[in-house]
């Protein structure tokens, strides 16, 4: 077998496993309803407001943890974070049919979490040294 042919075979095998994977097609569904819902609906004022809500700042996180864990794992800001969306579709769908459902939903429930708690740690130690920076030097 020939290497152009062991590619198109593994290709066609993640284009089967993506068109079949009810987890990664619903959560691309989403996140591209959303997307465009925000856009097209009520103008700048939404999209504005639904971004806010969604961002994983320190602030938002401290009013309302659980929403914005949720917004955040289906609100994309520009068209460019769009692009990592087939990946995560062919991920989320060889995950799916060498792990099965609920394995699945559970790594990604909590990878979200994990990363998102990564995230928020790194600002908030920035933000702590920044701040104790500008203590001690005035």
Not at 95 to 114: D, K, N
Not at 117 to 127: I, K, N, P, Y
Request: glycine share 6%.
């Amino acid at each position: 077998m020939s290497a152009s042919t062991r590619f198109r075979s593994g290709a066609e095998r993640l284009l089967r496993d993506a068109l079949t994977s009810d987890i990664a097609l619903g959560y691309a569904a989403v996140v591209l309803g959303v997307f465009v819902f925000i856009r097209v609906y009520d103008g700048g004022a939404l999209r504005d407001s639904v971004i806010a809500a969604a961002s994983t700042n320190l602030d938002n996180l401290q009013v309302d943890t659980f929403t914005v864990l949720l917004y955040s794992a289906f609100v994309v800001e520009k068209a460019t974070g769009l692009l990592l969306l087939p990946v995560l579709v062919i991920a989320f769908a060889v995950a799916q049919h060498r792990l099965g459902r609920l394995p699945l939903l559970v790594t990604i429930t909590v990878g979200h979490l994990l990363a998102t708690l990564f995230v928020a740690r790194c600002w908030f130690t920035a933000s702590l040294r920044a701040s104790c920076r500008s203590r001690s030097s005035t």
